[in-house]
């Protein structure tokens, strides 16, 4: 039994056979090149199927697993039997058997078919990936480009040119607050939606200008910035330290770098500031040096900034033990009853809490410390302040004395002045009732000076120039001691005074109860701080705007400051600004 | 090492190590600097990072002209779709300390989140490339889309001829149903999986009406219910096929015709089903795309903005 | 006449005899409107009477005007029945039974007179025809053309363009015997299907069939085909086998043939005069069928006789040919010289010769020069003319060489088989002299002259077996397996033999190609696929067991069977050859092992050798694992090939998610490169596959490509502009495949993968493949890939 294969070549019209003759059982059909019937169409699989021979005329289809179905006379089959007349069509090729008594014709014919209009039209309808969906991806590309491009670019760009009055009728989103890159300082919320009010020019940094316009009273850093731009030291622009868009108070820098970047180097780069570098208030921060009188070597009592250090005496010209002053038992008043006195009882603050109110005698000494001078007129006080006014006091007391007709042993009785201690004896004055009166004045006065009253809190000197050949060394008290540095006490009561000032162990007013660097560090660290303490920066003590008058109270400004303020209100435009923060 | 490697990997990972490297030297930096107002775009590395996110992007987006400028001998596509991967992904970290974490309504936190979008976008990309092809080429034969098309208008046609033998209602219905047959569809049909007209419901219901001919012929409702839903013609040719009266012959024509007609939902449906798997494979180029356009036009306006703005 | 014309103009007393009532009956019986080329156009016209290419009608008006002019003394109707007598003293008898008397004769008779038959039975059925007078004389016919010459060419053009069903039939499947002109005119009809086609056909049998037979047709024709035996129904067959010389008449003169063969033409000096003195011979039964060239011969033979020393026309063109030759010869020396020298081209009449130096190149090669390298992909053919060359035979080793030397030939084996060079060859003594003749013209020789083709299959069979089978063994010992070979023709898929059957013979592939394959659990397995220029068939010798696999021809082939006692006897005298073959046969036993072991699992490998890919050198895989189906690689070919894309992503099987993509394989063997009659489809160095320019379009290649990786499409210069699609949309997508659009007027070429071996880099293909899923593979590395897979 043969197989022969027939090839219907060239369609209907052209058409002619031809044979080929294939020995053996098996007849391949697939698209690979090795089969017996080669079918190069891609719906047809390489092996595709055969045809069996099963003893003598009895034919079986047998079909690949993974192929395409086969249609066996138009019905798909997996397989089977063959008959004579059978049609087998795999993709466009139609297979017929012709079974005579001693072969087989396969007649091969490929259906080649050109796209006809139902194919085409089938093909038209069909839509077979998103891109024949007709959604294109350009499109909506360019619509987002755009929208983006407009909102976010053209109409801020076009708005800030409008005419002032359009512009303002323009809704938020379509204008250049689509650019506000964060939110603005409560200082300048007022005038938060005006970007041109300090982006004067487009592509240009803030400049000063539109600070100063409103800052005009903004101090220097020092008095004579031409020095250091001489150093090569810029100040900077506002904006460098002042940075806007950065939250409420974000426009105040408190980050050493603001002033360390020049103070870090001063010592090099400015040698004539005579300031040492500094840069960590731990690691590198030059001792404190408070203000303290001092007698210098042509014997005048001046004040000098000197560094600190433990038990810094000063020549206060006071005599004020602390220590007794502060027994916590009290010390006797006048009338021997024991006042218990605490530092409030004479520091008083003043200035918003940074600073206190000097002590004075009156309000503060009386109490205790009576002027009385003559045990016949208790009460009888000297006057306080001057040494002439207590001579003076004394002339007229004595010679009102004498012309009472009160005789010098009256004056003198052991009731009288001389009964306290009195130290010299005193010769009976000879002469006239007035020479009298002006002796015994002026031996109470030196007595008064030098020995009973003044001199128990002050330094009392000879002084050939005074009626009483005495005098007073004045006694400047001191309210601020280190002048750079502001320290507010407000927020330091928790520590209590005595954690900062040794005052209760101060038997004298020389000693400088002003605390050392150190003293801080307890609870302030550097920049960073550290575990459990407090990071410290520069701006926490130090302004940078210098002040003349109470430097050590920093900058702060205020609405007088703000010269604009007003005319911002006037503007209508928005609310005041709110209270300044200090 | 695969001889098919996979762009992910492509050169032993190289663009992985680079993105990498990328990150940790911006986190450093990020970590190391600490500028005076604190970590924000308008700082040095503030400007740095941005400019290389900027540069990465605009570069990024270049991938669609070198992926089509076929005659480049400028590296392999493969090695820019890797490093367009990883870069793209290292973007998160380089673009996210460029905004020093400041966020706020307005046009450069847009461009971020937008950033964001578009990675995002590409990573849902990248899973489903690895996903899908295989279960395409899973679910699929070996034959051309085109092919299958063709297959089906043979069909159509084939279909024709057979029902043109049972006179003149049947070709008609036949017709009918040939012009309702739908390749694919519109967007969202193919992404959501063209409604496939032939459910093997249909089928078996089919054959349900086989079984009780008397009243599936009586039964004038099943007629009308045939009609409602898209196989109205294979309920006819069915209906008809089971009143009965008519010869062998004609019994064998409808056979085939119905025949024609399952194998031919068969392959429609199977066809729209690798329609939709395609469809689902391609959808994110349709954010990823657009969303790159939006970014870059945000771009343009933050870079422009913030110096207009200085 | 054109003898006659010069003999007029030059005075002479003459008389031209014309059979017919015409002149010139040869053109004058041309079909009507036939365009009569002037073929070689190289060669400068000498005649008086003017010729150039043109219409039929044209030319003869052109020569009768001529003759007139010239007042030629022509005597019609005057058929020579004998001529007898020698120089000065010829008596010619005409029919009419007058005689007239000669000093010189000139016979210029052509073959016209004597076409040859088919040769078949049924040869003389009405309806087959060795005329065709006027193709317009029938239309709706289906008629079969016999025939690969210029006449047969032409008429099937001019019956198909006169509305019939035209097939024509080739005895061998190129048509090198015709002119340039008609071939590609031909091959493009065929192409186009106006024409049908049976190549490698020869009729077997002509049957007339009873009226009203089912196929309608009266006739039958049937041909034994390349792939298989071909039964075609027509109207009509028109047979053009050319003429054979009226040997009878022609000897009757006292002429003498050189052979029995019926094609022989008898021989004639330089001056055209045979072995019979006085007695000239031109034209086409001198060996000459082109017309100029026999106008010239007419006009040289009169000037001979006039005892005027004159140059063939084609003097001038050959010296520049010789000029190389070192000996500073004459042409006509030169020419000797070859033909003493060279016996495969001793049988070639002088004017034979002459054409054949024509197309031919003379080459000097230094000392140690390299003529061709081994696995180059020229196929020309080499004559030595003085020195020797040095055949490399291993080559690993460049000392074991075969030398050549004057008069042998080499290069027959691409030649014949179209394959790679199997071996290296050197020029040694710097001595030596070749002559390099083109494919073309040299298979032009071996179909026109018998005994040369013998020479060469003789040598083909020593070569083949010295390269193949015992390399460094001298012919001597080779002689009796050489006696003891035939060469055998295998149609496709016949067996060589089947497993099981005794092994009694070794088969050394000539041309075509072999599948070796077992019969593995009921189904046979293809394990092996050997190609021409190797064996088979040497494991049963060795082992003395029965064939142990079946070996089928691939493709039509060419299989020289060497008789298995004696090749036994050669082992046992030849050691060197034991070994060769016993190596050569444990190593196939290994390999038949594990491509068994492969198969037998269905394993990757099993899936690519089913796919071809044991045939290929480089081949296109795509992971779909990882092919996202974006098309890339299409849009990347045809971009870069002139917009047309010789790759089809989507079509082609897939297993275990390996995608084998319709693109080429480059195979080892091309199928494509079999059958390509301008030789347009060359090897690279580096082994692409690739079409040249001189690409005709007949689409041979694309039938021939079993893989269907070839197709028929027009490159077009559309530039895609990248941004302004990318931006716009509109314009030419880049990467888009254009359509072929028939106005433009390029014809369709075939177009394949070329690897991009201009482009720096490599297939674009790979380059452009987003996700690494494309890949191109050696076969190497699909081993590899299949290990990794299974």
Known sequence: MIFVLRQLRGGQQNQTLVDRKIDGQVLTIGRGADRDILINDSRVAWSHAEVRIERGDRFRLVVANEAPPILLNGAPSAGGKLKDGDVLSIGGTDITFRVFEDRIYIEVQAVRRAKDEGEKLLRAKARLSLEESGVSKRRWSWCLFGVILLLGL?????????????????????????????????????????????????????????????????????????????????????????????????????????????????????????????????????????MIWQVNASGVREEASTPWEPQLQEAS????????????????????????????????????????????????????????????????????????????????????????????????????????????????????????????????????????????????????????????????????????????????????????????????????????????????????????????????????????????????HTLADVTKAASIESDGKDKPPNAPDD | ?????????????????????????????????????????????????????????????????????????????????????????????????????????????????????????????????RRFPSLITERRGNLPVEDIVREIADMDRQLLVTAAELGKDTHERTLQSIQRTQLGGGFWQQVRGVSERAGDGLM??????????????????????????????????????????????????????????????????????????????????????????????????????????? | MSAAARAAESGMTHVLLEAEAHLSNTIFRYQKGKHVMAEPGILPLRSPVGFE???????????????????????????????????????????????????????????????????????????????????????????????AGDAAIENALALAEAGNIVSIVNRRDEFSRAKDGNNSAILAAIEEERVGFYPSASPKQVESLPAGHDSGKPLRLILNARDGEAEIYCDRIIARLGAIPPRKFVESCGITFPSADPTA?????????????????????????????????????????????????????????????????????????????????????????????????????????????????????????????????????????????????????????????????????????????????????????????????????????????????????????????????????????????????????????????????????????????NYVGEMALVSDMPRMATVRAAVACDVLKVDGAAFKALMASEPAIRERIEAQYKSRLLANAQAEQRSRDGSMIGFLVSQGLGEATDVLLIDESLCVRCDHCEKACASTHGNVSRLNREAGPTFASLHVPTSCRHCEHPHCMKDCPPDAIRRAPNGEVYINDSCIGCGNCERNCPYGVIQMGAVSAAKPKLWQWIFTGMGLAPGTSVPYDKSSGTPKKAVKCDMCKDLAGGPACVRACPTGAALRLSPEEFMELAAERV
């Open chain 1, 154 to 290: 053209l109409l801020p760009v076009g708005v800030r040119y409008l005419p002032a009055d359009v512009a303002e009728s323009v809704p938020a989103p379509f204008t250049d607050i689509v650019w506000n890159s964060g939110p603005i300082s409560d200082a300048h919320r007022p005038f938060a939606e005006q970007c041109d009010a300090c982006h004067l020019q487009a592509f240009q940094m803030v400049p000063d200008t539109a600070c100063t316009e409103c800052h005009a009273a903004m101090p220097h850093h020092v008095a004579d910035p031409t020095q250091m731009h001489a150093a090569g030291m810029e100040a900077g622009r506002c904006a460098g330290c002042h940075l806007e868009h950065e939250g409420p108070d974000g426009n105040i820098l408190a980050h050493p770098a603001v002033c360390t970047d020049c103070h870090g180097q001063i010592a090099e780069a400015l040698p004539a500031s005579g300031q040492t570098n500094v840069t960590d208030f731990v690691a590198a921060h030059p001792k404190f040096s408070p």
């Open chain 1, 317 to 556: 010209a006071l005599v004020f033990p602390h220590d007794l002053h502060m027994d916590p038992d009290g010390v006797d008043d006048r009338r021997g009853n024991a006042q218990v006195l605490e530092c409030a009882s004479c520091h008083v603050y003043e200035q918003g809490e940074v600073s206190f109110a000097p002590v004075a005698f009156e309000p503060h000494c009386q109490d205790c410390h009576s002027l009385e001078f003559d045990p016949l007129a208790p009460g009888r006080e000297l006057p306080h302040g001057s040494t002439d006014a207590v001579v003076q006091d004394l002339r007229g007391y004595y010679a009102r004395a004498v012309l009472e007709g009160r005789t010098f042993e009256e004056m003198a009785t052991p009731g009288g002045p001389r009964g306290r201690g009195r130290s010299t004896a005193v010769n009976r004055p000879t002469g006239s009732p007035q020479e009298v009166a002006e002796s015994v004045a002026m031996t109470f006065a030196e007595e008064a000076m030098r020995i009973r009253l003044c001199a128990k809190c002050h330094l009392v000197e000879p002084n050939p120039a005074r009626d009483a050949g005495w005098d007073v060394t004045p006694f400047q008290q001191r309210t601020v001691w280190m002048t750079a540095a502001r320290f507010d006490h407000s927020r330091h009561q928790a520590t209590g005074c005595g954690s900062c000032h040794a005052a209760e162990s101060s038997a004298s007013a020389d000693d400088v109860l002003m605390p050392g660097k150190a003293s801080c560090e307890n609870c302030h660290g550097g920049n960073t701080g550290g575990a459990e303490r407090i990071a410290s920066t520069c701006i926490m003590c130090h302004g940078f705007h210098e002040v003349d008058e109470t430097p050590w109270l920093g900058y702060a």
């Open chain 2, 1 to 129: 090492m695969s001889l098919h490697e996979s762009f992910l990997t492509h050169a032993r990972g190289r663009w992985i190590y680079r993105a990498a490297v990328l990150c940790l030297i911006a986190v450093g930096l990020y970590v190391w600097q600490d500028p005076k107002a604190g970590p924000n775009g308008g700082t040095w590395l503030g400007y740095g990072l941005g400019s290389v996110g900027l540069l990465l992007i605009v570069w990024l987006a270049l991938l669609g002209a070198r992926k089509r400028s076929y005659a480049s001998r400028l590296g392999t596509v493969k090695g820019w779709t890797s490093a367009h991967v990883w870069l793209g992904l290292s973007l998160v970290v380089v673009g996210t300390l460029h905004t020093g974490f400041e966020f706020g309504l307005n046009i450069h936190t847009l461009a971020w989140v937008l950033m964001m979008l578009v990675i995002a976008s590409g990573l849902w990309g990248v899973l489903v490339y």
């Open chain 2, 204 to 310: 078996s219901r089919l054959r349900d009406e086989l079984n009780k001919p008397v009243m599936a012929a009586a039964d004038p409702q099943m007629q009308s219910r045939a009609g409602a839903d898209g196989n109205a013609t294979m309920m006819f040719v069915a209906s008809a096929f089971v009143s009965g009266e008519q010869n062998a012959r004609e019994r064998e024509t409808r056979r085939k015709l119905l025949d024609l007609f399952s194998r031919k939902k068969a392959l429609v449906a199977s066809l729209n089903a690798d329609v939709t798997r395609r469809a689902r494979m391609s959808l994110w180029l349709y954010l990823h795309v657009p969303l790159t356009l939006a970014l870059l036009a945000s771009l343009l306006a933050h870079v422009v903005s913030v110096f207009f703005y200085w």
């Open chain 3, 53 to 147: 290419a043109g219409k039929r009608e044209a030319i003869l008006d052109v020569w009768d005007r001529g003759m007139a002019d010239l007042k030629v003394n022509v005597r019609y109707q005057a058929e020579v029945t004998a001529i007898s007598g020698q120089r000065g003293d010829f008596t010619i008898t005409l029919a009419k039974g007058e005689t007239v008397r000669a000093r010189h004769v000139v016979l210029a008779i052509g073959m016209q007179g004597n076409l040859r038959k088919l040769g078949v039975e049924g040869e003389d059925l009405t309806q087959v025809q060795y005329q065709l007078d006027d193709p317009e004389a029938y239309s709706g016919e289906t008629i079969i053309v016999i025939g």
């Open chain 3, 265 to 533: 033409i008898p021989a004639v000096s330089a001056q055209y005069e045979s072995n019979v003195e006085g007695l000239y011979i031109v034209g086409a039964l001198a060996g000459y069928p082109l017309i100029k060239q026999a106008m010239n011969q007419g006009y040289e033979v009169i000037e001979f006789i006039a005892g005027r020393p004159v140059q063939p026309a084609d003097e001038p063109l050959l010296e520049t040919v010789f000029a190389r030759m070192p000996f500073g010869l004459s042409v006509d020396e030169n020419l000797d010289l070859i033909q003493q020298v060279v016996p495969v081209l001793a049988p070639l009449t002088t004017l034979q010769l002459r054409e054949f130096m024509l197309d031919s190149v003379v080459h000097c090669p230094r000392d140690g020069e390299v003529v061709f390298e081994l696995n180059d992909y020229t196929n020309s053919f080499y004559s030595i003319v003085a020195g020797d060359v040095a055949i490399q035979i291993d080559p690993h080793d460049p000392q074991k060489t075969v030398v050549l030397s004057a008069g042998q030939f080499f290069g027959e084996m691409s030649l014949i088989s179209g394959r790679r060079r199997s071996a290296t060859v050197r020029a040694v003594g710097g001595k030596t002299v070749l002559v390099e003749t083109p494919r073309r013209s040299m298979n032009k020789l071996l179909q026109s002259v018998d005994a040369a083709r013998d020479v060469i299959d003789r040598s083909f069979i020593l070569r083949a077996f010295q390269t193949q089978v015992a390399p460094g063994v001298s012919a001597e010992p080779l002689k009796p397996i050489i006696e003891n070979s035939t060469l055998e023709h295998y149609k496709a898929g016949q067996a060589l033999f089947s497993e099981g059957d005794p092994g009694d013979a070794l088969y050394l592939i000539r041309s075509g190609s072999v599948t070796v394959s077992r019969d593995i659990g009921g189904n046979s397995v293809p394990i092996a696929y050997v190609a021409a220029g």
